[in-house]
């Protein structure tokens, strides 16, 4: 046998698996599984990345310093605070790396990202899933997870999958329960759908063990080319710009991101759609007997009677070539979380779900 083996811990990960984009023996589906921007990028974005095209031999800057001026006016934020990744997974990745390892712990809830627990085995660290109440994050059920050990904090604020949310009082008040030698870092993936919300920020700005993710994936619809960022004290900032490698974002990513964030017409327009939709979707299933929590991002989570529904609820809607995702790996055995697509996405998939019979 060979005695080369890799790092603790990096063995007990499961690949993880994003949501499915492809029917077999279907050439056009509707793909609801990836929680994408159904509207797509900014024409702004297009463009932005059009022009860099031609620039593609020359090497991207290192310091990011367009996007973040960009993000920091957009939010209202010190670019000297922000750090900017391959989407905010990287910014995860970084955090556990530079305040995570052997013998540490690091806390997220029991529905939370998978990345989470990804990046935590990834550093040798152990991970430490805290449960939620009713699908919502619950601040004392954490607290009682915190040990010596917690080094880092996760949690996403609009949740994936559930879409719950909770308010900023008790995020303010989980952030002051923890020990001074622990990070809590707000995922706020999801944070543009919640209109006014600034996911997080405020409570950096007051506090020295806050750092807030944010992605361009979601809302902004540049999923493919993976761009988030992070906000925190200039001190963490600091610590992980050393880990960062120089030239993580190409000049088209950069480009892309930059015009995107300062279309926010376009992001309002988009914010509009996905509310009015979403509540036009989770009604109407409700109505046929498939309830859902209030959502605050662009998905809703449905509950189906048992598992065997809800795979039969999966099978019918793929037999329409619609795709949701099914959810068991995140605690959900019994239901599907649907993204929340265009006018007719959501007239499709309400008039699929009318003619399913559950057994």
């Known amino acids: ?27 056009t589906v509707l793909k609801l599984s990836s929680n994408e921007n ?24 290192t ?33 556990c790396q530079a305040y995570a390892g052997p013998g540490d712990e690091v806390l997220y809830t029991e529905h939370g990202f998978g990345m989470y627990k990804i990046s ?25 997870k915190v040990t010596d050990k917690t080094r880092l904090v996760f949690f996403a604020n609009p949740a994936n999958p559930t879409g719950t949310m909770i308010d900023m009082d008790e ?44 992605t361009f994936s979601k809302i902004y619809g540049l999923g493919g080319l993976r761009v988030g960022w992070g906000y925190a004290q200039r001190p963490i900032i600091d610590v992980l710009n050393r880990i960062r490698g120089p030239f993580n974002l190409s000049n088209m990513a950069l480009a892309g991101a930059t ?24 009604g109407g299933l409700a109505q046929m007997g498939y309830p859902s929590d209030e959502s605050h991002t662009n998905f809703i989570l449905v509950r189906f009677a048992d598992e065997a529904t809800a795979l ?12 949701p995702r099914l959810v068991a790996g995140y605690g959900f055995p019994n239901a599907l979380r649907i993204t929340v697509g265009t006018k007719p996405d959501v007239t499709l998939v309400l008039d699929v779900m009318s003619r399913f019979e559950a057994k």
């Open 171 to 214: 995020v303010a008040r989980l952030a002051d329960g923890l020990p001074e030698s622990c990070l809590l870092i707000l995922d706020g993936a999801y944070a543009e759908f919640v209109d006014g919300f600034d996911g997080g920020a405020s409570l950096v700005d007051t506090r020295e063990n806050v750092v807030m993710t944010r």
């Open 38 to 61: 159904p509207v797509g990028p900014s024409p702004k974005a297009i463009e932005a990345m059009a022009a860099e095209a031609a620039a593609m031999h020359r090497y991207p800057s």
């Open 259 to 282: 015009a995107a964030v300062r279309d926010q017409e376009f992001v309002e327009e988009c914010r509009r759609i996905n509310a009015d939709e979403r509540a036009r979707l989770a």
């Open 63 to 95: 310091d990011h310093a367009e996007l973040r001026g960009s993000i920091g006016e957009i939010h209202g934020l010190n670019p000297d605070r922000i750090i900017c990744g391959v989407g905010s997974d990287e910014i995860i990745t970084f955090l």
């Open 1 to 27: 046998m060979t005695q080369i083996q890799p790092q603790p811990g990096i063995l007990d990960i499961a690949l993880y698996k994003g949501g499915a984009s492809k029917i077999d023996g279907q050439d």
């Open 120 to 144: 935590a085995l990834s550093v040798g660290a152990t991970p430490v899933v805290a449960a939620e109440r009713n699908r919502v994050v619950d601040v004392d059920l954490i607290l009682e």
């Open 312 to 323: 039969a609820a999966d099978a019918h809607l793929k037999a329409s070539g619609i795709i």
